[in-house]
């Protein structure tokens, strides 16, 4: 919100302006991408840019529908209403993240459908009443299709509501300067985590479920930085965190001493 500092954020495609044009036109907006590649991060810088509230909801298995819209509480002798996350920022024209939207049950998902077309509409169905969304109001979610454990997919019908922008592990100079900006790391200690970062990618053999985030490298470059030696702090921001098989540890282990 205005008043408080931006929030950093690097941009590593066209993502700002997609985002812009998609608001502007009241698009709901997905984002994909594996874990810690700055999705969060950038809902956060664009909600500063577009000076909008916020509204972070993270989805998962037990979400339902009352959850986003809200419920009837008991208080006493009375009943009162109260506005779920989701009809808030549709009254206040906040910007919503389902985060991680794959998880929520589909039947959850289709309360979302009226707000994302030309109604923008949502219909409180306990109190049988529709309210339209504030202009301001924006729908965006997440999605990592790559989880190979849930192999939670989203229905085309919920899907194609949504433009999508894709979040990858940005080239090796954005990711360094990404890990200096963070941490205050000098880039050229920086770019050896990075490029240390980028040879594990490039290794699928390795099995890893998902492989080292922009996350991991900045928490690395942050031990780094408190005074650990760089192999020691890669060891624990960076290779533990990625596996518990103690061949994979072994391999990645070589891997860091050949850069660090
Ligand atoms: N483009 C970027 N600009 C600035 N910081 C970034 C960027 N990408 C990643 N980061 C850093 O990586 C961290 C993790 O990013 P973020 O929490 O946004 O990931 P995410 O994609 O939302 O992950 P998840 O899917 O797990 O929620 C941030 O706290 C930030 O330090
Ligand atoms: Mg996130």
């Known amino acids: 919100m205005s008043g408080h500092p931006a929030p950093y954020y690097k941009a590593t ?5 997609i985002f812009m044009a998609a608001a502007a036109q009241r ?9 810690g590649t700055g999705k969060s991060r950038f809902l956060e810088f664009m909600a500063h840019q577009l ?20 419920r009837y509480l008991i208080q006493g002798a009375e009943t ?16 919503v993240y389902l985060d991680e939207i794959a998880e929520a049950r589909p039947d959850t998902l289709v309360a979302i459908h009226s707000l994302t077309d030309h109604r923008r509409e949502l219909f409180l169905d306990r109190k049988n009443e529709s309210i339209r969304a504030h202009e301001n109001f924006l729908l965006t979610a997440s ?5 190979q454990k849930s192999f939670k997919e ?14 990858r592990y940005p080239d090796k100079d954005v990711e360094t300067e990404i890990l200096h900006a963070e941490t205050g ?8 985590l990075v490029r240390l970062a980028a040879q594990i990618r490039m290794r699928p053999e390795l099995g890893l479920p998902e492989t080292v985030s922009t996350r991991l490298l900045v928490a690395t470059a942050a031990l780094v930085v408190k005074g650990l030696p760089p192999r020691l702090a890669a060891q624990h921001g960076m290779i533990l965190p990625l596996t518990d098989d103690d061949d994979t540890i072994a391999a990645l282990t070589d891997m860091a001493a050949l850069y660090l």
């Open 13 to 17: 495609g066209r993502e700002i302006e």
């Open 27 to 35: 698009l709901p907006v997905l984002l994909k991408g594996p874990t």
């Open 51 to 70: 000076d909008r509230r916020l509204i972070t909801i993270v989805c998962h298995e037990e979400t339902s529908a009352v959850d986003l819209i809200g």
């Open 80 to 95: 009162i209403w109260q506005d779920g996350p989701l009809t808030t920022a549709v009254k206040t024209g906040a910007i």
């Open 143 to 147: 999605f990592n299709p790559g989880y």
């Open 154 to 167: 989203l229905k085309p019908s919920t899907r194609q509501r949504f433009i999508s922008i894709e979040f």
């Open 185 to 192: 790391l000098p880039k050229e200690q920086a770019n050896r």
